[in-house]
């Protein structure tokens, strides 16, 4: 009887990612029905690429729908505590849902411009997006390292789609190489932490690390590969270097998948280990995590200073991004998780809204896009060029015409300086990067609206779903950053489950005595 139940909590708790799995699979086979009469450029393979696409679409509406009744409802996570069921879980997931179903939209915009999408592709999404929602739930470090895989196979094929393009099988093979190495490293690293501690529960060893003295070096060693798995999912630097490539080889589409969604994915898993099993070891990661910020933020804005190609513009804006964000891990404590979901928020919105402009303008063409494809653009589409200018504005925090981006940063800043030891260097440091990548920012902004457009740059006719994808996410962008009320209680209710407390780490550059006194307690 008590197997029962367990299975019935288990389908329960995983009741959205079972309804995309099964969908998926429904997905696939309408796929591959029939793969050798239909090609996916014949006018019967096009439609059944948009087709399944928005079966795609409406099936994450569903799940985000499930999603809703089950955190209404106070659905729990499974009774071994291995899986969630706490707000952190499912404010992630929609933020996810949100990601998947802006990203099906921009395949289908690209699909009909370019026809280089088989009908697998939608398919492929879905099932990454399992991995993902897989990844916010886990508290269990074989779970993490499950949805890590079931995400990046999934992805690894995405990025890798168009095989007549050189830089698309460039992009494929340093991300399947660099993805497989950074899997290693985690999973080396969630060895030597069951070694240490006698458990892959995240609770577990949140509380065998609260009741230590001083811990062991298989421990620390443990914590740094995990560290360094992490950092090549979130592209932090220094493990950022396979980002511009991956990014400029796969479809637009898929970048902007990549940029976001799997992005949100990475550090919702690693803000849930750090708060829920290693808190109570902040002394020991703190200083590693600190600098890793530090360098990120960084690397990423002074890269994208000198970028003409505007996808690997994007690309070290998205490091600069997770830089960003790691300030709020530093913090590491429950509150800091809400800074770090009205981010992704921001983010995913700003993100599909500029990708989806760069759709529009690069017309299913297969080749990189340079400031010249974007000058001028004021000129022939005022509207298209008013709408990049919100998602350039909202990257840089700009207040009000960046929408809700201001609010983004202003809450990682808030975690950083009212954690128990306020990170004012960290804070700094944020700003002036931020104010550093005003110069590439602006840098487009000037060039669509002061530049002429060059004649042999015309611009293609737009469809319903682009005007509306991408005049919807600059809408959305607008009136949250005029009212934030709606994201900033979803942020608030996204607070981890893990009770293990941080312990109080002092600002760096602190005196020795202090430093000292802050790790003794």
């Known amino acids: 009887m008590t197997d029962v139940m367990n299975a019935g909590a288990i389908l329960q708790a995983l009741a959205p990612e079972l309804l995309l799995s099964a969908g998926a699979m429904a997905m696939l086979l309408a796929a591959v029905w029939k793969p050798q009469q239909v090609a996916a450029t014949s006018a019967e393979g096009a439609e059944r690429t948009i087709a399944i696409t928005r079966f795609g679409t409406a099936l994450c509406l569903m799940a985000a729908l499930v999603v809703a009744i089950a955190w ?58 399992v991995g993902m929602m897989v990844l916010a739930a886990a508290r269990d470090l074989m779970f993490v390292f499950l949805g890590i895989e079931l995400m990046s196979l999934a992805v690894y094929v995405l990025a890798g789609l168009n095989r007549r393009s050189a830089r698309g099988a460039e992009s494929a093979i340093k991300y399947f190489l660099l993805g497989a190495v950074s899997s290693g490293f985690l999973l080396y690293g969630v060895a030597l932490l069951y070694g240490a501690t006698g458990s892959t529960r995240l609770e577990d060893i949140g509380q065998w690390a609260a009741a230590q003295a001083t811990f062991s070096p298989v421990f620390v060693v443990g914590i740094a590969l995990l560290f360094v798995g992490f950092g090549f999912k979130v592209a932090a630097a220094p493990f950022h270097f396979w980002t511009p490539d991956v990014y400029d080889g796969a ?19 690693f803000a849930r280990v750090l708060v829920e099993s290693l808190a109570a070891a902040a002394p020991r990661w703190h200083s590693s995590l600190w600098w890793l910020a530090v360098a990120t933020m960084v690397v990423g804005n002074v890269f994208a200073l000198s970028q003409k190609n505007l996808v690997r513009m994007m690309a070290y804006s998205s490091i600069a991004h997770a830089g960003y964000l790691l300030v709020a891990l530093v913090v ?3 509150a800091s998780t809400s800074a770090l979901v009205f981010y992704m928020v921001s983010y995913t919105l700003a993100t599909m809204g500029a990708f989806g402009v760069l759709i529009v303008v690069n017309n299913g063409r297969d080749r990189s896009l340079t400031l010249d494809d974007v000058s001028g653009l004021w000129l022939e589409r005022p509207w298209l060029a008013s709408a990049m200018a919100v998602f350039l504005l909202a990257f840089m925090g700009m207040p009000l015409v960046g929408g809700m981006g201001f609010f983004a940063k202003w809450y990682v800043l808030q975690a950083a300086l009212q954690a128990p030891a306020p990170q ?24 669509m609206f002061m530049r002429p457009r060059p004649a042999d740059q015309p611009l293609a006719s737009m469809s319903v779903l682009s005007h509306s994808l991408i005049a919807a996410t600059a809408a959305l962008l607008l009136f949250f950053g005029m009212y934030p ?25 602190a005196p020795a005595r202090v430093q000292a006194a802050s790790v003794a307690r």
């Not at 499912?90 to 921009?106: C, E, H, Q, R, S």
């Not at 479809?251 to 898993?269: D, G, H, N, Q, R």
């Not at 004012?424 to 060039?447: C, D, E, K, Q, R």
Request: aromatic share 6%.
């Open 72 to 129: 209404g409802d106070g659905v729990g996570g499974t009774p071994d505590g291995r899986i969630a069921g706490d707000g952190f879980r499912w404010a992630v997931d929609f933020v996810l849902l949100l990601g998947t179903i802006l990203t099906l939209g921009l395949v289908e915009i690209d699909h009909q411009r370019s026809g280089a999408y088989s009908p697998e592709v939608p398919v492929l999404i879905i099932l990454a997006t």
């Open 251 to 269: 479809p637009l589409p898929i970048a902007a998948y990549m940029s976001a969604t799997v992005k949100t994915a990475a550090f919702a898993v």
């Open 332 to 334: 590491a404590t429950p």
């Open 424 to 447: 004012t260097i960290l804070a700094v440091v944020l700003v002036v990067t931020s104010a550093v990548s005003a110069a590439y920012y602006l840098g487009v902004v000037a060039a």
């Open 485 to 509: 009320t709606p994201v900033t209680r979803l942020a608030q209710l996204a607070i981890t489950s893990g009770n293990t407390p941080a312990a109080p780490v002092p600002e760096r550059g």
